[in-house]
């Protein structure tokens, strides 16, 4: 993929983003891109956003059987299982652009 292509992509994510409160698996449908691509963009997105004042903020994954929420998450992935219960029913992250 190209440089351009990438930046591209990148502003296409920042500005749906800034609409609307999505997830990971929107925004790989909205742009066109793998789930696993839309977690390496958002990496970049969140240090290109603060330069421009703004943050990327979300609402956490979270564990469909006991409810524990993933709020110290280090990355935009999708955690496997629960760490409280053990549970593989992990509900989507949502994710969108505010100033900060
Ligand atoms: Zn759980």
């Not at 956003?49 to 524990?68: E, L, S």
């Not at 998450?73 to 900060?100: L, Q």
């Amino acid at each position: 993929m190209s440089h351009e292509r990438k930046q591209t992509i990148r502003q296409a994510i920042i500005g749906h983003l800034e609409n609307g409160h999505l997830t990971v698996r929107d925004i790989s449908q909205l742009v066109c891109i793998s789930e696993k691509d839309v977690y390496h963009h958002l990496a970049f997105i969140e240090k290109t956003v603060r330069h421009q004042k703004k943050k990327i903020r979300f609402k956490p994954y979270y564990c469909m059987n006991c409810g524990f929420q993933f709020k110290n998450r280090k990355t935009f992935k999708k955690p496997s299982k629960c760490p409280g219960c053990k549970d593989g029913r992990i509900a989507h992250a949502v994710f969108w652009i505010e100033r900060a």
